[in-house]
């Protein structure tokens, strides 16, 4: 942990992933990710919120259009821009919401309820 204060008070980049398994990473999500986690992932790297604040994102906190967008981020009260891929995730998710006007964008994820002898 004293490296990495060192590393950025001295301006030197802090270690992250390399380029070659970003992209990876960004296929799998592409490929096996669900619409909310499509969204959860891109607004991570594109956008660069953190996760509490794409959690506290409410679908009236976005602005979409063809050639641009934002999202109102919560917290440090801040406006993000939206890059093309994420308005093209984040359409794609509220079409499966059913476009709401407003409400939680991130979902949590419906789980199975596990009875004994009950399958």
């Given at each position: 942990?004293l490296?990495?204060?060192?590393?950025?008070?001295?301006?030197?980049?802090?270690?992250?992933?390399?380029q070659?398994?970003?992209?990876r990473?960004?296929?799998?999500?592409a490929?096996?990710?669900?619409g909310?986690?499509r969204a959860?992932?891109?607004?991570?790297?594109y956008a660069?919120?953190?996760v509490?604040?794409i959690?506290?994102?409410d679908?009236?906190?976005?602005?979409?259009?063809?050639r641009k967008?934002?999202?109102?981020?919560?917290?440090?009260?801040?406006t993000?821009?939206?890059?093309?891929?994420?308005?093209?995730?984040?359409?794609?998710?509220l079409?499966d919401?059913?476009?709401?006007?407003?409400g939680?964008?991130?979902q949590p994820?419906?789980?199975?309820?596990v009875?004994?002898?009950?399958?």
């Open positions: 942990m490296h990495h204060r060192r590393a950025a008070r001295s301006g030197a980049r802090t270690p992250g992933l390399r070659r398994t970003l992209l990473f960004l296929r799998t999500v490929r096996d990710a669900s909310r986690d959860i992932c891109h607004l991570t790297y660069g919120l953190r509490a604040e959690v506290a994102l679908v009236s906190d976005l602005r979409l259009s063809a967008g934002s999202a109102r981020v919560r917290g440090k009260d801040r993000v821009p939206l890059h093309a891929q994420v308005r093209t995730t984040l359409e794609g998710l079409d919401l059913g476009r709401p006007r407003s939680p964008l991130i994820r419906r789980r199975r309820s009875h004994p002898g009950s399958r």
